[in-house]
């Protein structure tokens, strides 16, 4: 057997993060993952799970009874929505207006939906009007779109789709992944009747769980199924007994993930909602005042610019992968690219729970005049910093 050396002990670079996710971790989530474990059936680790689901309606606006957290990432929760409420043969529109948008209309293909999409260029929202059009065409049984656009920045409005969508007989999925935490997010007021999010975004946790919560008319829908879902891990008809007051054995659920969503969403109250999603505006403006003072635009339209993701379109000559590789390598601060069609076209810089600050914005700002001084792009010496400055003195 040929000899393999060790490798040396996990020990990763500090970053910046300013991406699209994960975001910042507090000092006190990441205490939490380091907690002692117990058994996923410990009295203990019960009523940590019966402590999240309150909190977890707290965030989502909602009284809603199923509301938990599912064991996997974003995309897991996007797959257990889909999964739950679509039968083989359903029909589903789905609204793309970006990567994610197009990533739901194929988890609905692959359990066999009949799936009719509707388009808009990356970076767009859609109106009530064309949604209306293409319900009274398809006549689905679900309609999904995404609040949050992580690819493209793109704020979709929902509570008059949401009106629509239930005056035509459907159910509205909507994806929060982004903006969960960051933005006000009505389950109740909006009428939504599933919906799943991540933790590594706005809550500022570790990747690793999906919070998803349903209505009582998408639990009619799951309970009135003539299949089994599709997914035995996924399915609601089995995870609930967990979470519920039978705690019947599903699953070992990751038992150190859950203290830390526990901690995020305990330190989001503590801080408030309203006082969170302002933080997150107040850092936004003072950043596309910074951008903007520096000669740069954002590639989404206001007012559906999210205020979490900020999508900035790149300068002409200005070459996309240097200025992020000296932004990571030289200053420690991660950024994304643009997705798809967007591809060298956009930054997505991100101000995400943790990392949406005073501190962060400045520093980026600085940082990025540096990189575009070193592309030979024309910038106003400090011209980004003192604008975010007098956006923050008001």
Known sequence: MTAVSTPSRIDPPRRILMGPGPSEIPSQILAALA???VGHLDPYFLKIMDE???MLRSVFMTHN?????????GSAGMETCVVNLIEPGDKMLVCVNGVFGGRMADVAGRVGAEVTTIERPFGEVFSPEEIEAAIKKSRPEVVGIVHAETSTGAWQPIEEISKIVHAHGALLLVDCVTSLGGVPVLIDD?????AYSGTQKCLSCPPGLSPVTFSPRAIDVIDRRKTKVSSWYLDMNLVKNYWGSDRTYHHTAPINMNYAL???LRLALVEGLPARHDRHLRNHLALKAGVKAMGLDYSVKEPHQLPMLNSVTIPAGVDDAAVRK???NQ????IGGGLGPLKGKTWRIGLMGEASS????LLFLAALERCLLDQNFKVSPGAGVAAANGQYRG
């Open 190 to 194: 909006w009428e939504i009747d599933a």
């Open 331 to 334: 200053f420690g601060i991660e």
């Open 358 to 361: 005073e501190r962060n914005v």
């Open 52 to 54: 999240m689901q309150t």
């Open 326 to 328: 000296q932004l990571l």
């Open 35 to 37: 907690a002692p474990t």
């Open 65 to 73: 009874q199923l509301t938990l957290a599912v064991s996997g990432t």
């Open 262 to 264: 526990h901690e995020a």
